[in-house]
């Protein structure tokens, strides 16, 4: 978009807008309008956003919830204390890991929030911010906004997409301040091990830096239930992670996460947060609470089990064309190198031109995913079967 509000000479738009990356879905986005348009028959892949409604416990805890007037008025910033002991049960039971209500939890209205506005409590202008590649573009807007300096690493799958910490320059990690990880990863769907977050915890250590892990997928996976980094003994002191109800409980709409560690880096991103929002919808909150004690009932656990459908159909029908494909073990994304010879965006182009299905380019997520596309597990069984019929048909 290059038009903004002006009045005379004057354009409304700080310098800083200007350093944000471009945003790379721009033609992706064009093409799958146009398409449309046209009345063409689109198969979606592209969105990273869960199709299926919340379940209907939370939803019914969140009807009950919305006449008790106690949720009518500003909730603490920091959440409710029902919900911070509710984080704290989840926390022990999922991970093993002890947390204080009172100092090592603080509620988000989602957890981009807390991301983005992290950097703005924890760092100085000028500081660096480690940021992997690809990955969630919030954690360099976060660090702009903040007047940080980001630092990419460079993430590759000959290291299975764990970012190489030995590799980062000596001055480099001594002047950062902060390291964005993020496991089970969006766009890649790797997971990381204990060991490599005890690597991780160990760098923290050594160069006073806080790492700030972004686990929205945690409780998204196939096959082993993947690690919190706070697991790592001593975690709590140079880490916070993010969780959000999101992805898990198919709650994006809601707004609703929480952050848990380090207690002065939350105390700090508290104080931003004070001074900008006032805590989430206590009624949410509510239905959160619910949402966190049923985590392990059957509602819940289906939502994981149709993604699993969808994923073999998809992995199944991508062999059966040609593609090598991995099994991802997390999250609702499949990552997958384009045929040989095609760059990502000439990939995701030639599927949406000639099957009308939609994936996106790994380029969008910076230059380290050129060479790959993803597709989201957020199109149902039927669909994604003919989607794969269409991609059966392409030679390359
Ligand atoms: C979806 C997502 C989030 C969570 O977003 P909310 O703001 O909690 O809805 C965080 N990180 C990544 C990598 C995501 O894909």
Same mark, same amino acid.
């Given at each position: 978009m290059s038009t903004c509000p002006t009045v005379g000479s004057t354009?409304? &738009?700080?310098?800083?807008?200007?350093?944000?990356?471009?945003?790379?879905f721009v033609e992706i986005d064009r093409k799958k309008a146009l398409a449309k348009a046209a009345g063409r028959d689109v198969i979606d892949f592209g969105v990273g956003d869960p199709d299926m409604p919340t379940p209907a416990f939370i939803v019914d805890r969140m009807a009950d919830a919305? &006449?008790?007037?106690?949720?009518h008025r500003y909730s603490p910033a920091i959440g409710r204390r029902d919900l911070r002991e509710a984080v704290c049960r989840y926390f022990v039971d999922r991970f093993g890991v002890d947390l204080d209500p009172d100092t090592e939890v603080l509620a988000l209205i989602g957890s981009k929030e807390g991301i983005g506005n992290l950097p703005t409590a924890v760092i100085n202008p000028g500081d660096v911010v480690l940021v992997p590649e690809p990955g969630y573009p919030v954690y360099t807007a976060g660090t702009v906004f903040a007047e940080g300096a980001c630092h990419t690493m460079p993430l590759s799958e000959s290291r299975g997409w764990l970012p190489a910490l030995g590799e980062i320059p000596a001055d480099v990690a001594r002047r950062a301040r902060l390291m964005y990880l993020n496991y089970p990863n969006n766009p890649t769907s790797a997971c990381a091990t204990k060991s490599f977050f005890e690597e991780a915890v160990a760098f923290a250590r050594e160069h006073e830096i806080l790492i700030a892990h972004d686990a929205a997928y945690v409780d998204v996976y196939f096959s082993d239930p993947p690690p919190s980094i706070l697991e790592v003994d001593g975690a709590k002191d140079v880490c916070i992670e993010f969780h959000s109800l999101s992805k898990t409980f198919n709650m994006t709409g809601w707004r609703i996460a929480f952050a848990v560690g380090h207690a002065a880096a939350l105390s700090a991103l508290a104080k931003v947060k004070a001074n900008l929002d006032s805590g989430p919808f206590g009624a949410t909150q509510l239905a959160a609470i619910a949402a966190l004690d049923g985590r392990t009932s059957p509602p819940v656990r289906e939502q994981v089990e149709v993604y699993r459908r969808r994923r073999d159909i998809l992995v199944g029908g991508l062999r059966k064309a040609g593609w090598s494909v991995r099994d991802p073990e997390a999250t609702f994304y499949l990552w997958t190198s384009c045929p040989p010879g095609s760059d990502s965006m000439s990939t995701a182009s030639r599927i949406l031109d000639e099957a009308d299905v939609v994936t996106i380019p790994g380029?969008?997520?910076?230059?380290?995913?050129?060479g790959f596309i993803r597709f989201a597990l957020t199109v149902d069984e039927e669909r994604t079967a003919e989607a794969m019929q269409r991609l059966a048909r392409l030679t390359w």
């Open positions: 354009s409304w &738009r700080a310098d800083r807008l200007g350093e944000l990356p471009p945003y790379l919305i &006449r008790e007037a106690s949720c380029s969008g997520f910076g230059a380290c995913g050129e």
